[in-house]
């Protein structure tokens, strides 16, 4: 079965540190990747997203992230943290033909602490 | 603004009650997803449906089902509540298609007791 995991459950940082959040997939065909965040009390929304063309895919609030095929890797990054990025990170594939069917990996909870 | 509304935020429930949770987006998807959000486990699928009266089974389809009868109305059947069950609950909708977004609701809290 296809699976997504997010290496680091927990992160604390101070503010204006990098960020760098690991994610992999298992699944040797076409995919879809995507980052979504959950602020306390919020629903979750897309950070971010790759569908096709260049691997570096720019976000909201200053994130990014770097598909790289060869790796199954799709890590987030932001190379200055804020307080209001406390939250929790989900890395997502959706798998070619099978609909938009979206797989979550364990989500990254970040603390950035003022 | 896309909406995906679900019915309750937080639920009790008794071990053993036959449980609906129900979703309703606004925004003609034709994807239709359920989830539960357990701290350290992530969003687990549990069913997912790309048409009315078609779904899938997700990773954890144990111990629910789901009905779409519209397309706009995805429910999720505890068909006997147990107190493994006991979880936060997301409903999420897309358009069908490659890199489309999801659109999540707001959650529903259910606890069986």
């Known amino acids: 079965a296809q699976s997504v995991s997010q290496h680091n459950h927990h992160v604390i940082l101070s503010e204006a540190a990098s960020l760098e959040l690991g994610c992999n997939y298992s699944?040797?065909?076409?995919?879809?990747l995507f980052w979504y965040v959950q602020y306390p009390g919020q629903h979750l929304q897309l950070l971010l997203k790759?569908?096709?063309?260049?691997?570096l895919v720019k976000g909201i609030k200053g994130f990014e992230a770097e598909f790289i095929k060869s790796k199954f890797s799709f890590n987030l990054r932001k190379p200055s943290v804020q307080w209001s990025d406390t939250a929790e990170y989900f890395c997502?594939?959706?798998?070619?033909?099978?609909?938009?069917?979206?797989?979550f990996g364990q989500g990254t909870e970040l603390s950035v602490k003022p | 603004d896309v909406k995906v509304t679900q019915s309750s935020r937080y639920l009790v429930k008794r071990t053993g009650e036959k449980v609906f949770l129900e979703c309703v987006q606004d925004?003609?998807?034709?994807?239709m997803f359920w989830y539960r959000q357990d701290p350290g486990l992530g969003l687990r699928l549990i069913y997912f449906?790309?048409?009315?009266?078609?779904?899938e089974k997700g990773d954890i389809p144990e111990g629910y089902s789901v009905s779409r009868e519209k397309k706009e109305r995805f429910s999720l059947i505890l068909e006997s509540a147990s107190t493994n069950q006991t979880s936060m609950y997301l409903c999420?909708?897309?358009?069908?298609?490659?890199?489309?977004?999801?659109?999540f609701g707001q959650g529903t809290r259910l606890t069986v007791v």
């Open positions: 999420a909708s897309s358009f069908l298609g490659q890199g489309t977004e999801a659109f």
């Open positions: 925004m003609d998807h034709e994807n």
């Open positions: 449906s790309y048409d009315v009266k078609m779904k």
């Open positions: 790759y569908f096709s063309g260049d691997p």
């Open positions: 699944y040797g065909g076409t995919v879809n």
């Open positions: 997502a594939v959706s798998i070619y033909n099978q609909g938009g069917k979206l797989i």
